[in-house]
T-cell receptor, first 112, second 121 residues
Framework: GDSVTQMEGPVTLSEEAFLTINCTYT??????LFWYVQYPGEGLQLLLK?????DKGSNKGFEATYRKETTSFHLEKGSVQVSDSAVYFC???????????FGAGTRLAVHP | EAGVAQSPRYKIIEKRQSVAFWCNPI?????LYWYQQILGQGPKLLIQ????????DSQLPKDRFSAERLKGVDSTLKIQPAKLEDSAVYLC???????????????????FGAGSRLTVL
């Protein structure tokens, strides 16, 4: 069935380091893809999205490109900050009417 | 605009007791979702409503979980009787109806509430 796989965490980085969190999906067709972020003690917030192949979603310095050839949607940021410490979830639409399917989440810890 | 409201934020009960969670979606959002997020895992859809009708409840454990959305606005999720493995955060989300404010792809963004954390002892 439809699923999302993302790299296991935790990912631990120093401030200003480059970040990549890998995400791949199984799909029939070309689903819309999303990254959500969950800060400590808070709910899920949409970080960015891409709705078709080769689209690049971006927000707050984060970017992800919809790659249909590799069925991937990797999250990147050139220089992370301590405030980026959170759990990041990759998700895809699929399996029904506007239904989101999530990956397991990747915890990011950024140290000064 | 006001966000998705959920209550209570925290609840601790003993196994075999019952519990209910409440959700008020963003005004005008026709679709409402309940997700279960177990610690260390991604959210899993329990039930999805379109207005006051159920669109998908395939992963709802119907022997103990129930949900309703009377009048197509707010919703309650009930667990009776609770088991230890029901300890999780219950997330409510809402989205506008397709075709109304949706991108050309037809996929609408879900907005989540802060969640209700349940601990079953």
């Amino acid at each position: 069935g439809d699923s999302v796989t993302q790299m296991e965490g935790p990912v631990t980085l120093s401030e200003e380091a480059f970040l990549t969190i890998n995400c791949t999906y199984t799909a029939t067709g070309y689903p819309s893809l999303f990254w959500y972020v969950q800060y400590p003690g808070e709910g899920l917030q949409l970080l960015l999205k891409a709705t078709k192949a080769d689209d690049k979603g971006s927000n707050k310095g984060f970017e992800a490109t919809y790659r249909k050839e590799t069925t991937s949607f990797h999250l990147e940021k050139g220089s992370v900050q301590v405030s980026d410490s959170a759990v990041y979830f990759c998700a895809r639409m699929g399996g029904g009417y506007n239904k989101l399917i999530f990956g397991a989440g990747t915890r990011l810890a950024v140290h000064p | 605009e006001a966000g998705v409201a959920q209550s209570p934020r925290y609840k601790i009960i003993e196994k075999r007791q019952s519990v209910a969670f409440w959700c008020n979606p963003i005004s005008g959002h026709a679709t409402l979702y309940w997700y279960q997020q177990i610690l260390g895992q991604g959210p899993k859809l329990l039930i999805q409503f379109q207005n006051n009708g159920v669109v998908d409840d395939s992963q709802l454990p119907k022997d103990r979980f129930s949900a309703e959305r009377l009048k197509g606005v707010d919703s309650t999720l009930k667990i009776q009787p609770a088991k230890l493995e029901d300890s999780a955060v219950y997330l409510c989300a809402s989205s506008p109806p397709l075709g109304r404010g949706a991108p050309a792809s037809g996929a609408n963004v879900l907005t989540f509430g802060a969640g209700s954390r349940l601990t079953v002892l």
